[in-house]
């Protein structure tokens, strides 16, 4: 069965991550999931916490090439993309690739680029190609981008654009270990880190096959119109200026089919999408400034709706299961 041998490369890559991430189980299966849909993935949260070991881990556990971006103020999109060198020897110009060109990419605090390096980005992450200087170079599949920010220091920084942000499948926290975990924590790395013998759990070839599966996971026309109405009613939302775009729509719709082939299942059901409707949606909302000025939340809202949108019920198309 399709659906299992996704299951089986997603288990295998959160098994291996969760030996260096202690207690961050249900964070690393949302990364996987993102990386079955093909999506990008926005880690937002404090410093050290573990945002780049988790990039880290992963590209060691599909054995990809991996890159890290550091962000500055200073940097430029050539610095990202690329840079066409001329070769005095054979009196042409050589493309030398910029770090973008990786199978998984950490672009490690992106909000402190310029609008116009982040940019750089944007046709990469959509549509998997670099342009430069009127040439197109494809990116190696599978290719994933993870981006991290620190939500609470602004000073330098410069807020990601709305373009980009919506190129994001996900945005995730991790949040701090609990005391227990965290003393766990210490003793893993009492010798050395867990990454340094942390081995390939699934090759490349699988992961593109896995997620080839996901795509064929079945989604009934009750569950469709329940992520139609989620994503409608952000866009009615009095407290909402700028709704999620039908972007966002196909995007909780790959996820929840990768959650559903996750977990084992070759249909989703209501469940899978309200797991991942905050996760999805409420980095694609802007809040507008009087729901601000009473420190309403894209969160809140999002979890407000999934308690007012009916939920369908048990029969998923022509199919019943049972959702328990």
């Known amino acids: 069965m399709a659906t299992k041998l996704a299951?089986?490369?997603?288990?295998?890559?959160?098994?291996?991550?969760?030996?260096?991430?202690?207690?961050?189980?249900?964070?690393?299966?949302?990364?996987?999931?993102?990386?079955l849909c093909q999506g990008h993935v926005l880690l937002e949260d404090v410093p050290g916490v573990g945002k780049t070991v988790m990039a880290k881990a992963l590209a060691r556990s599909i054995g990809s090439t991996f890159s890290r971006i550091q962000f500055t103020p200073d940097m430029l999109p050539s610095d990202v993309t690329g840079v066409s060198v001329?070769?005095?020897?054979?009196?042409?110009?050589?493309?030398?690739?910029?770090?973008?060109?990786?199978?998984?990419?950490?672009t490690d605090e992106i909000n402190r680029a310029t609008p116009k390096t982040q940019a750089a980005l944007l046709e990469a992450m959509e549509e998997r190609q670099v342009t430069v200087d009127g040439i197109t170079y494809a990116l190696e599949q599978p290719f994933l981008v993870m981006a991290t920010q620190n939500p609470i220091e602004y000073e330098g920084t410069f807020p990601l654009p709305e373009a980009q942000l919506d190129r994001f499948l996900l945005r995730l926290?991790?949040?701090?270990?609990?005391?227990?975990?965290?003393?766990?924590?210490?003793d893993s790395q009492q010798i050395q880190h867990p990454l340094t013998t942390l081995q390939q759990v699934v090759s490349v070839e699988d992961l593109i096959n896995a997620q080839r599966a996901v795509r064929n996971v079945y989604v009934g026309d009750d569950v469709k119109r329940y992520?139609?109405?989620?994503?409608?009613?952000?866009?009615?939302?009095?407290?909402?200026?700028?709704?999620?775009?039908?972007?966002?729509?196909?995007?909780?719709?790959?996820?929840?089919?990768?959650?559903?082939?996750?977990?084992g299942r070759d249909l989703v059901i209501p469940d899978d999408v309200k797991s991942l409707?905050?996760?999805?949606?409420?980095?694609?909302?802007?809040?507008?400034?009087?729901?601000?000025?009473?420190?309403?939340?894209?969160?809140?809202?999002?979890?407000?709706m999934l308690n007012s949108v009916p939920v369908p019920g048990a029969t998923v198309g022509a199919r019943t299961i049972n959702i328990s």
Not at 235 to 242: A, C, E, G, M, T
Not at 245 to 257: N, T, V
Not at 279 to 301: E, N
């Open 7 to 35: 299951q089986t490369v997603a288990e295998r890559i959160i098994d291996n991550v969760s030996r260096v991430i202690i207690g961050k189980r249900n964070e690393i299966r949302l990364t996987v999931i993102g990386l």
């Open 86 to 106: 001329f070769n005095q020897q054979t009196r042409e110009f050589e493309f030398r690739a910029g770090p973008i060109f990786a199978q998984i990419v950490l």
């Open 277 to 304: 409707a905050e996760a999805t949606l409420a980095h694609r909302v802007i809040i507008g400034p009087t729901a601000r000025l009473r420190d309403v939340t894209s969160r809140s809202i999002i979890q407000g």
């Open 227 to 263: 992520i139609i109405d989620l994503v409608t009613a952000t866009r009615n939302h009095p407290d909402i200026y700028l709704g999620a775009s039908p972007r966002g729509a196909l995007g909780l719709y790959r996820a929840a089919q990768a959650r559903a082939a996750v977990v």
């Open 173 to 186: 926290r991790l949040g701090y270990p609990t005391p227990q975990e965290e003393s766990a924590m210490l």
